[in-house]
C-alpha cells in the first residue's frame, strides 16, 4: 500500500507563491506516474499537472506557465511549484500516484489509485 501525503499548502496573496510537496512511501517511487489535482468548493476534481516516471508533464491549460511539477526519486516525493497565484486557483490540492505502465501521463481520476488526504490553498484577492 502506497501512502501519500501532501504538505505546503497555504494562505497567499494573488501574485504570490507556493510550493507543494507530496511525499511517497515505498521503494518503487521511481516506476511510478504521480498528479497534482485540485477540488474548490461545489466543483469537480480536476487535474493540474502530471509526471510520467520518465519526467514527461502535462498541465491544464489554466495553469501553464505558472505552474510546474517536478519530482525527486531519491526523496520519493513530487512538487508543484505554484506562482503568479490567482484567486481562481484556490482549492484542496490532491498528490495522486500509481504505477506506471507505458510512457503515459496519467491525466484522469479514475487512472491513479494512490491519493494524499490534500492540502487547501488559499488565495486572497
Known amino acids: 500500500q502506497v501512502q501519500l501525503v501532501e504538505s505546503g499548502g497555504g494562505l497567499v496573496q494573488a501574485g504570490g507563491s507556493l510550493r507543494l510537496s507530496c511525499a511517497a512511501s515505498?521503494?518503487?517511487?521511481?516506476?511510478?506516474?504521480m498528479g497534482w489535482f485540485r477540488q474548490a468548493p461545489g466543483k469537480e476534481r480536476d487535474m493540474v499537472a502530471a509526471i510520467s516516471s520518465g519526467g514527461s508533464t502535462t498541465y491544464a491549460d489554466s495553469v501553464k506557465g505558472r505552474f510546474t511539477i517536478s519530482r525527486n526519486n531519491a526523496w520519493n516525493t513530487v512538487y508543484l511549484q505554484m506562482n503568479s497565484l490567482k484567486p481562481e486557483d484556490t482549492a484542496v490540492y490532491y498528490c495522486?500516484?500509481?504505477?506506471?505502465?507505458?510512457?503515459?501521463?496519467?491525466?484522469?481520476?479514475?487512472?491513479?489509485?494512490?491519493w494524499g488526504q490534500g492540502t487547501q490553498v488559499t488565495v486572497s484577492s
Open positions: 515505498g521503494r518503487t517511487f521511481r516506476r511510478y506516474a
Open positions: 495522486a500516484g500509481q504505477d506506471q505502465k507505458g510512457s503515459y501521463v496519467y491525466t484522469r481520476i479514475y487512472e491513479y489509485d494512490y
